[in-house]
């Protein structure tokens, strides 16, 4: 076992990661579950200090036959980090989605004691055999508990880059994952208070935006851009959700002024994203650039034009001179920033110098020059001006054409505090250039990305006043640091740490730093005053100052109100009034939203009497005819007015009735004012209660208008009868006084409705009536009426209104836009669900719509459809895990549903024998079929040779041959989502082999030799070759020169190499091929084969059969 200390994870800067939400792992409900977890061969082990507990570690997990493990997530062994124990937790297939998901897990958090909780720094990797700089790191920290005992990366890969043999992520179907975790000591992170300590605020991060953040706080700390902000024309009529201008001047305002974190959403309105965009990572500089040019359009015809351009907007001159004949082209550009190499340099000067490097246009690369043709010249680009602020973006991130994927240069990068771009004679400088300007630039500030390709964390170090205290604006927080944090460990590079026992192992431990600058900006020493100006309210616009500071007032007082509300009570009085106006409209069952009726806040020392005279302040009712009612919830979830107060009660002070009428501790008290009027409309004192006066309320319903509400209450003797009452019921509803009505007592709703008829002639008490029923009645149905209504009786009207549900269609190839609304039933059967769709779409037949349900959690469709009949209810369609969506994804489909889901639908690409096309074809059998009932459906689709052409199916998977698929195989077992499903005529060479004939696969490669070490990359379409015995390679050459039809010139270029285990050995022409290869075919590591080792001309083919579903980085838009 290697002992090794790993980087100190503080020292990096570490946040999450922010290309996703960090999520702990959810694919089952929560609280702990049985699962079924496979045990792979895997090997595991802790490389930490000499010590048997570490604080920090790393743990390597070996995992064979990585491929074929057929367990939805599995665990790695246990390890121990800061006398914890911890595990890794994989979905080797994804957790719903298609990458790998990957997480560190609490192992023992079922067992721990009650309220447990943890923080540990760590990064997970999947290293890469090939190549160790290619291996996928992410790095995050958490504050580990019982309800988020995990948490990770659930998209941390995609999952065709993993499963492709030839990215080096998995090497002879072995997977290497390690975590290096540090545990700390819980640091609280929230109490620290930015202003305080440093003076500014932070932003608030809203999902994927810290990349926003730390170009925000670097463009408002250079003053006189803040200044320009504040000076763009704006309204108090503009909403700043609508107006770029007026979200950033009041951005910046609080920046400036308020005393803890901004959030940022407005301005994300302002831009027109979505939520889902906010969440998406963006670029730095594609945003910076966005922004900006934004700005620089609403900036027109106002006072601020052209501030762009006077703070960022530089000038260079592109050039081409002849060398032999009197001739110059050029053309001036102009830049807001400046993209610097960081492969191959070493510092900002060495990128300067490449930026400036003369290219030798010779040979076959002459200029065109006007009146001279072909001309051998100079190609080069000088700068005419640099701007005040000059913004450099470092190419921290690659396309790798030899490995057709992005990667992050983590390479070692200095920059300068003083940055001389005038020196050795003004190298850099075009002859126009004006000299009397000098170049010398003072670094502002530093951005700096953490983490991988795939996603990282954005900050960003600043001097915002030139002096020599940097801070680091990260998100919410802000602190201050030294220039060795701000600049030296931003440089990247890799860092040496002595060995934890040098005894022990001599080998130091090297790590690459993952945190290092992207962008940096500079101001020039002459325009310092000038930028580094003063901003202060004045400069800011007087309905801008009343607006924020309003809004800031606001906010102390609703704080002020949180951190006093201790003192108060929150008193919520409804009255009649409320349950007229919310009854049918807004609520059905019970009788009021308490959230909308009028509320008090009173001091809890005062006297309930006290607040009498407040409500006959605010309602005109005098104190004498007010009488109060307390609610309390019923067993069976209803809420109800249960008992007026006692005269004692009503001299007790507002804190203590509180007390007495809830029990659950909120600071609310919940009150019914009960008013009586007289025959004038005028309050009365209210009536006496004795023990048989019931108090109830009434609904009236109205069938045919489908219409339910309030129209009062009633106090009605326990011993009386309901038939009594009837003419006072008709009059309140405004029906005539003999009109017969039928009676219902509103039970529950929760969860299912409950609501049964009263017998008229029964006493209110014998029908089990109380204080608080309600009673909804409605005119008595005529015989036959009944059809004539949807709803005929109350009880049918209250069921369906508590099961009614809108829908929002979607189709499925636009998952983000709803197509079209129906009000659905949550009891409609599968069944009723597709035969509305279907109406609506003015289709005949309903079994040819396939649903899917939404993810919650992703915002996305779930990657599996509902199947026919899958699910019984429309609730059962809407719910995922323990939330409820109204998104449903429709899709038609060209056949019956049951019978698409009998049938095996493959896709594959037929290579026709002469033509140079590939055509894909979908095509579906029964699930029992085999490969042969394959080949002949798709004889009756492709275009033959010949009538008497014989098909064979190969799986291809990244331009290797791994499979011919015998005819009597099952489909059903065949995977065609990774693997390329090929299928093509057999060449009649290959029916009549001879005894000594061979049949080998050949293969197209190119060479890596950026690296130390030869590294194969497989291209293009591989293919069998039949090889005679003693035939030389001069003799298969030509032939593969005949099947390929490549033109001599080309063809002469081509070097020809055996290959077994990767390694290329070349062969002469006069070799003879066929000793080279054994007698069986080797198919996987041991693979052997002819390779034909020349450069990838031809044009990314868009055909790659179902390769899987990438997500690429949006471009930034800002919408308005």
């Known amino acids: 076992m290697t002992l090794m200390t790993p980087p100190p994870l503080d020292q990096q800067q570490q946040q999450p990661d922010d290309e996703e939400m960090l999520v702990p792992h959810s694919d089952f409900p929560e609280g702990p579950q049985p699962m079924e977890v496979a045990q792979a061969e895997t090997a595991n082990t802790v490389d930490a200090q000499a010590v048997d507990d570490p604080p920090s570690a790393r743990f390597t997990w070996t995992i064979e036959n990585f491929s074929r493990l057929n367990t939805k997530k599995l665990y790695s062994d246990i390890f121990l980090v800061g006398g914890y124990k911890w595990r890794i937790l994989i979905f080797p297939k994804g957790n719903n989605v298609d990458h790998l998901s990957m997480y560190l897990d609490v192992a023992d958090s079922t067992t721990l004691p009650y309220g447990w909780s943890r923080y540990a720094q760590f990064s997970l990797s999947v290293v890469n055999q090939i190549h160790n700089k290619y291996s996928i790191r992410k790095e995050t920290q958490h504050q580990f508990n019982a309800r988020e005992s995990d948490w990770g990366f659930t998209s941390f890969m995609p999952l065709g880059e993993l499963y492709d043999p030839g990215r080096g992520y998995l090497v002879n179907d072995t997977c290497i994952v390690e975590a290096d975790v540090a545990v700390r000591r819980v640091v609280d992170y929230w109490s620290h208070d930015s202003k305080k300590e440093t003076g500014y605020v932070g932003l608030k991060n809203q999902g994927a935006t810290c990349y926003m953040n730390s170009l925000l706080q670097t463009l408002y700390h250079i003053p006189y851009f803040r200044k320009a902000v504040y000076h763009m024309p704006t309204t108090e009529n503009d909403m700043p959700s609508g107006s770029i201008p007026l979200a950033l001047q009041s951005l910046f305002y609080k920046l400036q002024y308020s005393d803890t974190s901004v959030a940022t959403k407005e301005l994300t309105k302002s831009f027109g994203w979505d939520t889902y965009d906010s969440f998406m990572q963006h670029d730095v500089q594609e945003l910076n650039r966005v922004l900006c040019e934004k700005l620089e359009d609403k900036m027109k015809g106002t006072v601020v034009e052209g501030t762009i351009q006077q703070l960022f907007e530089g000038h260079h001159m592109n050039y081409i001179e002849c060398i032999n004949v009197d001739y110059k082209s050029t053309r001036k550009e102009s830049f807001y920033d400046l993209q610097l190499d960081v492969k191959g340099c070493r510092d900002v000067y060495a990128s300067f110098d490449k930026y400036v490097e003369v290219e030798r246009l010779e040979g076959d690369n002459k200029y065109h020059a006007e009146q001279y043709g072909l001309q051998d010249a100079r190609k080069g680009v000088l700068f005419i001006d640099f701007p005040p602020v000059l913004q450099l973006q470092l190419k921290r991130f690659e396309y790798d054409f030899m490995r057709d994927t992005m990667v992050k240069i983590n390479d070692r990068y200095e920059f300068p505090l003083q940055l001389d771009l005038d020196r050795e004679n003004g190298k850099y400088l075009s002859p126009e250039a004006d000299r009397s300007v000098r170049n010398l630039y003072t670094l502002h500030s530093v951005l700096v990305h953490s983490g991988g390709v795939h996603g990282g964390h954005y900050y960003a170090y600043i001097r915002p006043t030139l002096s020599d205290q940097w801070f680091k604006f990260d998100d919410e927080r802000v602190t201050k640091e030294d220039i060795k944090r701000a600049l030296e460990e931003q440089y990247g590079g890799e860092e040496e740490l ?105 001091q809890k020392q005062m006297s309930f009497n006290f607040f009498k005279e407040e409500v006959a302040k605010e309602f005109a009712i005098p104190v004498q005819f007010q009488r109060f009612w307390f609610w309390a919830k019923r067993q069976n979830h209803t809420y109800r007015p249960n008992r007026p107060l006692t005269p004692q009660e009503e001299v007790q002070s507002v804190g203590q009735l509180r007390e007495v009428s809830n029990k659950t501790n909120n600071a609310e008290l919940k009150l019914f004012l009960e008013v009586e009027v007289g025959q004038d409309l005028r309050p009365v004192p209210p009536p006496e209660k004795t023990k048989d006066d019931i108090l109830l309320f009434f609904k009236y319903y109205d069938p045919p208008k489908e219409v339910l509400r309030f129209v009062g209450r009633l106090f009605v003797k326990g011993s009386g009868k309901p038939a009594e009452t009837l003419t006072k019921l008709n009059e309140m509803a405004g029906l005539g006084p003999d009109e017969e009505i039928e009676l219902y007592e509103e039970i529950k709703f929760e969860p299912n409705i409950m609501c049964e008829r009263i017998d008229k002639k029964t006493t209110f008490r014998a029908s089990q009536l109380e204080d608080g029923d309600i009673v909804c009645f409605q005119k008595s149905l005529q015989v036959g009426s009944s059809d004539q209504c949807r709803y005929p009786d109350v009880p049918s009207f209250l069921e369906y209104v508590h099961n009614r549900q809108v829908v929002r269609f979607r189709s499925l190839e636009k998952p983000k836009e709803d197509e079209f609304c129906l009000e659905l039933s949550k009891l409609h059967s599968y069944d009723d669900v597709v035969e509305r769709v279907a109406q609506h779409l003015r289709m005949d037949d309903p079994s040819k719509i396939r649903l899917t349900s939404h993810n919650c959690y992703s915002q996305q469709p779930k990657p599996q459809p509902i199947k ?10 809407l719910v995922h895990y323990n939330q409820t969506s109204d998104i449903l994804y429709y899709e ?34 029964p699930k029992q079929s085999t490969v042969g009932d394959v080949i002949n459906d798709l004889k009756t689709k492709v275009e033959l040779s010949h009538p008497n052409a014989e098909l064979r199916l190969l799986e291809v998977f990244y331009h290797k041959i791994y499979k011919i698929f015998p005819l009597s195989e099952k489909i059903e077992n065949i995977n065609d989502q990774y693997w390329t499903l090929r299928a093509e005529e057999i060449p009649e060479e290959e029916k009549d082999l001879g005894p000594h004939d061979r049949l080998i696969h050949v293969y197209h490669f190119m060479k890596d030799t950026a690296q130390n070490q030869v590294q194969v990359q497989n291209f293009g379409e591989p293919f069998f070759l039949v090889i005679h015995e003693g035939e030389t390679l001069a003799e298969v050459k030509v032939r593969v020169q005949k099947k390929l039809q490549v033109p001599d010139e080309e063809f002469s270029k081509w070097k020809f190499a055996f290959l077994s285990l990767g390694r290329p050995e070349y062969l002469q022409d006069s070799d003879i091929v066929s000793s080279r290869f054994q007698r069986r075919d080797v198919y996987g590591a041991w693979e052997q084969y002819l390779g034909l080792e020349h450069t990838d001309n031809a044009p990314k083919r868009s055909y790659t059969a179902n390769q899987n579903r990438h997500t690429f980085e949006k471009p930034v838009k800002i919408y308005n």
Do not use: W
Not at 575 to 593: A, H, M, P, S
Not at 895 to 918: D, R, S
């Open 498 to 602: 002595p060995p934890a026992n040098p005894g022990f192992n001599n080998s130091p431990f090297k790590f690459t730093k993952y945190s290092n600058a992207y962008m940096l900006v500079y101001i020039r020493e002459s325009d310092k005053e000038k930028i580094i100006c003063n901003v202060d309210e004045k400069d800011i616009a007087e309905h801008l100052r009343i607006r924020l500071k309003k809004e800031q007032e606001e906010k102390e007082q609703k704080r002020k109100e949180k951190a006093e509300a201790h003192l108060y009570t929150i008193i919520k009085v409804a009255r009649n009034e409320d349950l007229v106006e919310q009854i049918g409209r807004d609520i059905y069952f019970d009788l009021v939203d308490h959230e909308k009726v009028h509320s008090f806040r009173i």
């Open 868 to 877: 026919y009949r899958g699910a019984e209810h429309l609730s059962d369609m």
């Open 892 to 925: 038609v489909l060209d056949i019956p549903l049951p019978e698409l889901q009998g049938l095996k639908t493959l896709k594959v690409a037929f290579h026709h024998a002469t033509k140079e096309e590939v055509v894909i074809h979908t095509i579906r059998l």
